[in-house]
Structures are given as C-alpha cells and as structure tokens.
C-alpha cells in the first residue's frame, strides 16, 4: 500500500484550501471494522485509490460477531496490503500487541470464506489452524496479520486449479485476482472461526 507522509501534503496538485490537501492523510478515517455495521462497498487508500469490498453473507458481518473484531492499520489509516505482509515491508500499528490472549486459547481457526468457492470437507484450503499460544509468546497482532496473509497465499496457489461458481467471475483467484490485489482490514470471529474482511483493488 503507498502511504502518503504528512509533510508531502504541501505538494499535493489538489493545492491548498482542498479538502484533500489538509485532512485525507492527517485526519485518517475511524476504522469502520468497529461501527458493527455492515462494511462500507468501497474504501479509499491513503493515496487516493479505491478497493472494493469482498462480498460477505449476511451472517458474516459485524452486527453478527461474537465479539469485537482485531483491527490492522498502518500509520492510523485502516487497512494493510497483502503483499506488504507477506513481504515483510510493513508493519501493522500496535504491531506486538497480543489480541487474542485474553481469550485463554491454545489454538484458534481463520476461514477466508472466499465468494464463489465451494466448501471442502477435508483439507480446505480456505481454512487454517493456528496456535495462539507459542514458545514465544502468544501470537501478536504483525503475527496474526501475517498468518490471515499466508492463508490467503496458500487458498490463491490452490485455486489455479479450480473453477469459481457461476456468477462469481469478478472474484476469481484463478484468471483475476492475485494476493497482491487484496487490502487487509480486520478479522472477526463468528460462533467458531474469524473471517477476514478484504477489500480488492477495482
């Protein structure tokens, strides 16, 4: 993701007394992973691009979650590019934070539930187990972002091989979208499992 410093703004083409000039980096948005409201369509990049939200069933949204969601940002502004995580360019705030030891997990399970991909019954490809609890530590929130990133790696290799559901074209990992297209925003956990919620580059 490209991050815009502060210190450029005096330089933006917009010029001064724009909107964007003085507030789009200085005044990042709140996070709208935390509103427990369905996630906004689109969402606007730090400079200026937009992504578009990966659709979700009904009962995989905020107003349904067990509990509040883990959050990633970079330098306040919501959101965190993929291919940064799996790069190891970018660190997410508040990056050795531990957000799911309070829960007294061993282990826990991430579900990318992708659009248009069947459910396997063995060996999912969308679905990881992990260790929260480690020799190191419990996992932190650069760790977790980092686990969400390898999932989706690793479900994008397997799906070369499979065909997405009619109807479901625009989200194909096959012919379409790569890792390096999706935007990290926060994960959240639904009865049994977290589920991300990305957002893709138009």
Known sequence: MAYVNPG??????????????????????????IMRSQMPEYWVLPDRRRVEHLPRALNYSPPMETFPPVTFSVRGWPGVRIKDL??????????????????????????????????????DPQIARFDVMREEGPMTRQGLAKEVALTLQH?????????????????SLKDGIRPSDVVLLSIHYYRTQWIPEFYVFE
């Open 8 to 33: 450029s703004l005096m330089v933006d083409p917009s010029g001064p007394g724009s909107v964007y000039h003085y507030s789009v980096v200085s005044n990042p948005p709140p996070h709208p992973s």
């Open 155 to 171: 479900f994008h290799r397997s799906a070369q091989n499979t065909t997405i559901a009619q109807g479901f074209e625009k989200w």
């Open 86 to 123: 799996l790069k190891n360019q970018v660190t997410v705030d508040d990056p050795n934070a531990t957000p799911l030891a309070h829960l007294g997990w061993r282990a826990t399970v991430i579900n990318l539930e992708w659009p248009g991909y069947a459910r396997r019954t063995y060996h």
